[in-house]
């Protein structure tokens, strides 16, 4: 079982829609997420950052984290083929400093 | 322009000869990484430093080496590379604190042959 799991999709959701992405983390070490875009060719982006529990809301975006379910998600509102991306979930490891990714997500946005 | 840089940008090598992957952040930056990105394997973090002269492992650090002796610079090292380093790497840099959110160079596209 990998420490981070993401569905590979890809995910296609029509232009205007809600996407849902989901991530689960295997590690109660694990205290920080992170969600990142990361276009074909490109290097990632950051597009939020959660630590507590419950809902962060950044224009579109929405994170949501449950450490009890060790479940983090991302929503993205109005969708846009913009969007269309792979999308990485990363958990910060507290007791070791260091980061693990998810495999990531493919987000196709359908116009 | 705040930015994390990397070189060369590409580059192919045969197996055994030493190579040096450049990385340099302008942000004052204590945290710095090296991830590698594999398809099916997402990124690994390879080696990580918390500040100068401070470096540690992440998962996947066998094969390369780390230095951190300023704050802007954090080098990656392939003392003899082999062909299951042909991979996608990346540098990052963030604060220590604010939640360690990273920034990415923009990739080294490395063929060992």
């Known amino acids: 079982q990998k420490e981070v799991e993401q569905n590979s999709g890809p995910l296609s959701v029509p232009e205007g829609a809600i996407a849902s992405l989901n991530c689960t983390y295997s590690?109660?070490?694990?205290?920080?997420f992170f969600w990142y875009r990361q276009y074909s060719g490109k290097s990632p982006e950051l597009i939020m950052s959660i630590y507590s529990n419950g809902d962060k809301e950044d224009g579109r975006f929405t994170a949501q984290l449950n450490k009890a379910s060790q479940y983090v998600s991302l929503l993205i509102r109005d969708s846009q083929p913009s969007d269309s991306a792979t999308y990485l979930c990363a958990g910060f490891r507290n007791y070791g400093q260091n980061f693990v990714f998810g495999p990531g997500t493919r987000l196709s946005v359908l116009p | 322009e705040a930015q994390v840089t990397q070189n060369p940008r590409y580059l192919i090598t045969v197996t055994g000869k030493k190579l040096t992957v450049t990385c340099s952040q302008n942000?004052?930056?204590?945290?710095m990484s090296w991830y590698r990105q594999d398809p099916g394997l997402g990124l690994r973090q390879i080696y990580y430093?918390?500040?100068?002269?401070?470096?540690d492992k992440g998962d996947v650090p066998e094969g390369y080496k780390v230095s951190r002796k300023e704050k802007r610079n954090f080098p990656l090292i392939l003392e003899s590379p082999s062909p299951n380093q042909t991979s996608l790497y990346f540098c990052?840099?963030?604060?220590?604190?604010?939640?360690?959110?990273?920034?990415f160079g923009p990739g080294t596209r490395l063929t060992v042959t």
């Open positions: 590690d109660r070490g694990s205290q920080s």
């Open positions: 942000m004052n930056h204590e945290y």
């Open positions: 990052a840099s963030s604060f220590l604190v604010a939640g360690y959110e990273q920034y």
């Open positions: 430093s918390m500040n100068v002269e401070v470096t």
